[in-house]
């Protein structure tokens, strides 16, 4: 079904948005959202579903873009000067090669890198929700690449592999990975190249040469080719991590850097990029020992260094938060889901009364209508929505069918107020 209805085409007037609507997952949960708020958010997830990317223009502000642009380069000047002196500085667990004149650099948590405009963005994160299907999510990772004059294109790769392989549907990514362009990246500097819709499960991969090299990719990225992912300055290109990438060859005489921003699930950890230090013991362990133990030791490594640190007379105490930790308020966000189903206490804080407000303050009869108009707009007939799109339009009109992962009524991703398919 997916590839016989794809409801989005992948050109590059079609991934890249202008800008999105500042709303956020708790005006959509309380029907406060405008239908064209809504329409918009849902078009720009469905294309970061279907095609993998989305380029979002003029997110940041002209201010704090000259901020970072600033900041990381005087961060990249130290490292190069560094790595010149010390060469075994590139492979740390705070910086990495990433090619030929290619690295990858951690970045330090301090302004303006740590911007509530950069990391709470409100053009970003209903996005961010609404494709991770989450309120709750972390940053798993914070970084700038740099691209040296002369860089030469790196290999074709995914940055994370399916957590569910062998699920025969969509399913929505770990995480969102985040490129904030501080600088106009133009072709000339090897901005990211892609191939649009390798990250759908695909049935047959087809071997074909590219640039001399035979790499696996499903038949229908092929229609596309190649895609460089240009970006104007305080853009932001959003990209799932399973879609094959590669970084561009700089035939430019500046540098190109690139910020990392991977919006990651509270439960989910890039194992495959980013490993912790870890203690002496570690080394005495089996491989099988050491891949069951590898997050505990970690804690351990930790420990160790603090008990080390209280010895020498640090006071810890002084560098720890006082911030409480509290359970994470993990729940769903659906763009289409404009109340909870009935007997349902979805969508609701404890400190709120239940409401049952209907949508733009009309009737259930012209909240449907707007729903169908809505789905018309994206040329996808309702009954030929195939489950499992992405996070939220299943099922979504009230009293329809809704796929749910298990077949709770009404639950899953997408399942709205009617039956839910087990599965």
Not at 77 to 89: D, H, N, R, T
Not at 191 to 196: A, E, G, H, I, R
Not at 270 to 282: I, K
């Amino acid at each position: 079904l997916y590839f016989q209805n794809p409801v989005v085409n992948c050109s590059k007037h079609k991934y890249r948005f202008p800008t999105v609507p500042p709303v956020c997952s708790r005006d959509i949960r309380k029907n406060s959202a405008t239908l064209v708020q809504l329409r918009q958010l849902s078009l720009v997830m469905r294309t970061f579903s279907d095609c993998g990317v989305v380029i979002v223009e003029d997110v940041l502000s002209n201010e704090l873009t000259r901020q970072l642009d600033e900041a990381q380069a005087a961060l990249v000047e130290s490292y190069l000067k560094g790595i010149a002196q010390l060469p075994e500085l590139q492979l740390t667990p705070y910086s990495g090669i990433r090619g030929k004149d290619r690295w990858e650099v951690k970045l330090p948590l301090e302004h303006p890198f740590t911007a509530p405009e950069l990391v709470v963005n409100p053009k970003l994160t209903p996005v961010i929700e609404m494709i991770l299907n989450t309120t709750w999510f972390e940053l798993d990772n914070l970084s700038v690449v740099v691209s040296l004059p002369g860089a030469t294109k790196s290999h074709w790769h995914t940055d994370t592999k399916e957590v569910h392989p062998g699920v025969p549907y969509h399913l929505p990514p770990q995480q969102v990975t985040a490129m904030v362009a501080v600088q106009d990246i133009t072709e000339e500097m090897g901005p990211t190249d892609v191939f649009l819709r390798s990250h759908l499960p695909c049935p047959r991969v087809e071997l074909r040469e590219v640039d001399g090299k035979r790499i696996g990719v499903c038949p229908d990225s092929w229609s596309t080719g190649v895609i460089k992912l240009t970006a104007k300055r305080g853009s932001v290109v959003l990209m799932d991590p399973r879609l094959t990438h590669r970084g561009g060859i700089n035939t430019s005489k500046r540098r190109r850097t690139n910020m990392y921003l991977a919006f990651a699930h509270i439960w989910y950890r890039d194992s495959q990029n980013f490993q912790p230090e870890h203690s002496s013991e570690f080394d005495a362990l089996t491989p099988d020992q050491r891949r069951v133990l590898t997050r505990v030791d970690g804690l351990h490594y930790v420990q160790k260094l603090e008990e080390a640190a209280v010895v020498a007379g640090v006071d810890l105490a002084s560098l720890k938060t006082k911030y409480l930790w509290k359970a994470p308020d993990y729940r769903p966000v659906n763009v289409h889901k404009y109340e909870p189903p009935p007997g349902s206490s979805w969508g609701q804080r404890e400190d709120e009364e239940p409401k049952k407000q209907p949508f733009l303050g009309e009737s259930e009869e012209a909240r449907v209508a707007a729903y169908r108009e809505a789905m018309r707009s994206y040329d996808l007939p309702e009954q030929d929505k195939p489950p499992f799109r992405g996070a939220a339009w299943a099922g979504a009109a009230p009293g329809g069918d809704g796929w749910g992962l298990a077949g709770d009524a009404g639950g899953g991703w997408g399942g709205g107020p009617g039956r839910g398919r087990a599965g």
